[in-house]
């Protein structure tokens, strides 16, 4: 995906969106379900965040509202040719690190345990029953709480949906947050799936057709 509207994030941009996350996903069921220690939560997620945008930046389009960074968007682009072993090292490496962190933060080893429970919640798996490569998934989408409904998500939903719709693509995402639902629907997703499977947490799985 490319864009002429939205700021493309540099990696010396990485600081201020760990910070950005952090404030938006502190929060957030997957998280409090998969974390629930809170003070383990406060140490880990900015070790989390710091290695999803280390992979993301290889592998997936950052993008932002502006360069203040009020509201960033992750996209993949399923219908990008990409490097296999690349692809696949980047993903084993995060992986790696990521286990690192959870071992480190939370020695009793129960997060890590949650973590591998929950890896579908994580993966987006669901994704294999579309069997449709011409495809966006949204795998972050997330705006400053402190200025919510300015626009900022509306702005970057719809320079998804206008590439996805001048590409004929369709385009797929998840979230936890029951909340989020209504938000997209109203820019023309439609539920897919819902997941409930561990922590008594449900994965809504959302498509918007080509």
């Known amino acids: 995906m490319t864009s002429d509207t939205l700021y493309r994030v540099k990696k010396e941009d990485f600081p201020k969106l760990e910070q950005l996350l952090i404030k938006c996903f502190e929060k957030d069921p997957l998280y409090?379900?998969?974390?629930?220690?809170e003070n383990v939560r406060k140490r880990l997620m900015p070790e989390l965040f710091k290695c999803d945008l280390d992979e993301f930046y290889e592998t997936c389009e950052i993008f932002a509202d502006s360069e203040e960074i009020n509201g960033i968007l992750v996209v993949s682009?399923?219908?990008e040719p990409y490097n296999l072993v690349h692809f696949y090292l980047s993903e084993a490496l995060a992986e790696l690190r990521t286990d690192g962190y959870l071992l480190?933060?939370?020695?009793?080893?129960?997060?890590?345990k949650n973590f591998i429970i929950?890896?579908?919640?994580?993966?987006s798996?669901?994704?294999?029953?579309?069997?449709?490569?011409?495809?966006?998934?949204?795998?972050?989408?997330?705006?400053?709480?402190?200025?919510?409904?300015?626009?900022?998500?509306?702005?970057?939903?719809?320079?998804?949906?206008?590439y996805a719709d001048k590409h004929k693509?369709?385009?797929?995402?998840e979230t936890h947050n029951p909340k989020n639902v209504d938000m997209?629907?109203?820019?023309?997703?439609?539920?897919?799936?819902?997941?409930?499977k561990h922590f008594g947490l449900t994965q809504y799985c959302m498509i918007k057709q080509a």
């Open 118 to 123: 929950g890896r579908d919640y994580l993966n």
């Open 184 to 196: 997209y629907k109203h820019f023309g997703f439609q539920m897919y799936d819902t997941i409930q």
């Open 104 to 112: 480190k933060e939370d020695p009793s080893m129960k997060t890590l």
């Open 32 to 37: 409090v379900s998969m974390i629930p220690d």
């Open 125 to 162: 798996s669901w994704t294999d029953q579309l069997h449709q490569n011409n495809r966006l998934h949204i795998i972050y989408l997330a705006v400053n709480p402190e200025l919510q409904h300015h626009g900022i998500a509306a702005k970057l939903i719809g320079e998804v949906v206008s």
């Open 77 to 79: 682009d399923e219908a």
């Open 169 to 173: 693509m369709m385009i797929s995402l």
